[in-house]
T-cell receptor, first 107, second 113 residues
């Protein structure tokens, strides 16, 4: 099956700083999603981005499908951005999740 | 409001006991999924169902069972055969024809007494 690796595993930012999270995957995919899990456990879908670039407010994502990676950019980070960010790719009928990046934003 | 409701929020299981986690959605989604999350790890798929009365095993189905008698409901039973059930359980749903974008419930934390 497809392997998904995320980096870095942990990231600590000062409020206002920018960051880049990376997701590498082992095979070509038609579906890649980024999720944010808040400290209470709720997962929210941030982007559906099998290729190209999308932006939503302070967040943007880019997937380079031919090179098998995706990047999530967070600009002007806020404490509410804290949590775990997951990348997931589709393998058959199911999503395969990476181990996540734990982000802590300090005020 | 449309969404996915998981209950209970917290659940405790005694040795040898079966427990059932509830997942209900009113989004009219075709597909539903159960995931297990252990501390510091990603989500692992337990079972999924793409239509009523049909479901498939995921990567870690041993010790779990499911049913899909109604489109809106996909309960998960953690059986006594699951020797390490303590985890955070998440239910999700998606419209299969819509790129399998998954929407998640708030989760159930299961602990062993």
């Amino acid at each position: 099956g497809i392997q998904v690796e995320q980096s870095p595993p942990d990231l600590i930012l000062q409020e206002g700083a920018n960051s880049t999270l990376r997701c590498n995957f082992s095979d070509s995919v038609n579906n890649l999603q980024w999720f944010h899990q808040n400290p209470w456990g709720q997962l929210i879908n941030l982007f559906y981005i099998p290729s190209g670039t999308k932006q939503n407010g302070r967040l943007s994502a880019t997937t380079v499908a031919t090179e098998r990676y995706s990047l999530l950019y967070i600009s002007s980070s806020q404490t509410t951005d804290s949590g775990v960010y997951f990348c997931a790719v589709e393998d058959g009928n199911k999503l395969v999740f990476g181990a996540g990046t734990i982000l802590r934003v300090k005020s | 409001d449309g969404g996915i409701t998981q209950s209970p929020k917290y659940l405790f299981r005694k040795e040898g006991q079966n427990v059932t986690l509830s997942c209900e959605q009113n989004l009219n989604h075709d597909a539903m999924y159960w995931y297990r999350q252990d501390p510091g790890q990603g989500l692992r798929l337990i079972y999924y169902s793409q239509i009523v009365n049909d479901f498939q095993k995921g990567d870690i189905a041993e010790g779990y069972s499911v049913s899909r008698e109604k489109k809106e409901s996909f309960p998960l039973t953690v059986t006594s055969a699951q020797k390490n059930p303590t985890a955070f359980y998440l239910c999700a749903s998606s419209i299969r024809r819509d790129k399998n974008i998954q929407y998640f419930g708030a989760g159930t934390r299961l602990s062993v007494l």
